[in-house]
């Protein structure tokens, strides 16, 4: 069975930054892209990052230079350094892996919040 499980969201002022961490077991972990979506209240989910088994990235407009999306294929673990966060960015941060098929698993999901 999959399973994904994220850690590392709280509460930080605007500016600051945070890493959030997303562990994975029972996968092929190299076989599978992994990606960040967040979702705010009463907005869609979004992809916010993605990074496929060779390590090409891509992101969301709204984050590109200012978030990084990595993974350990040695560890199983796929990350996201958020940095000069914005209120904007407070949303569910949750964690997803693809096969080339399309078939995807999903984490719990953590909450980031930036307020002063």
């Known amino acids: 069975q999959v399973q994904l499980v994220e850690s590392g969201g709280g509460l930080v002022q605007p500016g600051g930054s945070l890493r959030l961490s997303c562990a994975a077991s029972?996968?092929?972990?190299?076989?599978?892209?992994m990606g960040w979506y967040r979702q705010a209240p009463g907005k869609q989910r979004e992809l916010v990052a993605a990074?496929?088994?060779?390590?090409?990235?891509n992101y969301a407009d709204s984050v590109k230079g200012r978030f990084t999306i990595s993974r350990d294929n040695a560890k199983k673990m796929a990350y996201l350094q958020m940095n000069s966060l914005k209120p904007e960015d407070t949303a569910v941060y949750y964690c997803?892996?693809?096969?080339?098929?399309?078939?995807?698993?999903w984490g719990q999901g953590t909450q980031v919040t930036v307020s002063s």
């Open positions: 990074i496929t088994s060779g390590g090409s990235t």
């Open positions: 029972g996968i092929d972990f190299r076989a599978y892209a």
């Open positions: 997803n892996a693809r096969l080339v098929n399309y078939q995807e698993s």
